[in-house]
């Protein structure tokens, strides 16, 4: 009996999760790429540094596309590898804490020896061919 309710659970989560699909808002935005690094990397210092965060990529309806990472132009001052990111989530009583793994980036930024700030664009790619750029910046 709990199998069947299982299965008549799913099946009506399927059903819903369909309906929704296909009832798209007139005019919803469904192509639009977007990009969220968290924590979002600061500023990195003159002394340079290194920044891991998750990132998380929507196009339009679409969640969680699968992507790449590349630097615009290739400086050499800056390096983006794609990583595994371990996000802690501390749980509201004892034993609730979890540990997730989800993609994202490090980011590896040379000290500047020189007397202007820079800013280099990580560029994240979907498979459509899509693109959108991420700035990072340093100080002088």
């Not at 299965?7 to 929704?20: D, E, K, M, P, W």
């Not at 290739?74 to 590898?81: F, K, L, Q, Y």
């Not at 979890?98 to 040379?110: C, L, M, Q």
Request: aromatic share 8%; hydrophobic share 40%; proline share 4%.
């Amino acid at each position: 009996m709990k199998k069947a309710i299982k299965i008549f659970t799913l099946l009506l989560l399927s059903l819903g999760l369909a309906a929704c699909q296909e009832k798209m808002p007139e005019g919803a935005d469904l192509k639009t790429l977007r990009v969220a690094l968290t924590p979002a990397p600061e500023v990195f210092s003159n002394l340079g540094g290194v920044a891991a965060c998750a990132a998380i990529v929507h196009e339009g309806a679409l969640l969680n596309q699968e992507w790449t990472v590349s630097v615009d132009n290739n400086p050499d001052w800056i390096t983006v590898e794609k990583i595994d990111y371990d996000s802690s989530f501390t749980g509201t009583y004892e034993g609730d804490d979890k540990v997730v793994t989800i993609p994202g980036v490090r980011i590896s930024v040379e000290p500047n020896t020189s007397s202007v700030k820079r800013t280099a664009y990580l560029r994240f790619s979907v498979a459509d061919g899509g693109s959108i750029t991420y700035a990072i910046s340093q100080s002088k």
